[in-house]
């Protein structure tokens, strides 16, 4: 058997018992169905992404910083005069000592906070393929839901009517659980069985 995956709630937020893991509903309420590996591990690569993204902003604030600093430094310089205001010819124009020293250390400073953001950028990348082969790892996933007579009650395979792929159930139980009984539901790959065990699949009933 293939990896064992774990069904758990997204909504609604109450009335769910861990222990037994049933989940207890008024007839017709909605409920949604998640995978349990799925969900955890995309939050996880999302956060990486997120904490890269705001290390760029910071990297942008710094620059933004130190464009600043040395505007007011040659600034500075240009007023104190001197060697700072002998003209120079840069590129074809005529420059000031100040300009010139501020012009290159401005496209040094812009030159470093690029190969920094190409980094994050290189590794946004390589989370992004992660999260890719996560998609496509869950792309053959189905779902047995079908009616469990008993809590030993075991799923009988994948239920024709959910479609493959398909990461969340938005479901509705209807009348003919009305007073008892339970439904079953287990995400699984397809090509591999569901386990009907406790840890992995959620059962409901109704009021």
Known sequence: MGQKLTAFILHPDNGFNEQYRVLTLNEGE?????????????????KKIDDIRNEKNIIDANLKTEENRLFQQAQERYREGGKWIEPKKVNGKIVSQAQETYDANIEDARARVGKLK????????VIENELSTLESTFSSVVWAWNLAYSRSSKPSGKNELLGVGEKEQTLTLRRHLHGGGFAWIEPFLDGDKPTGILKTDCMFTQD
Do not use: C, L, R, S
């Open 118 to 125: 190409d980094q994050k950028n290189a590794q946004i990348k």
């Open 30 to 46: 909605v409920f949604t169905v998640g995978i349990k590996e799925y969900e955890e591990a995309k939050k996880e690569f999302q």
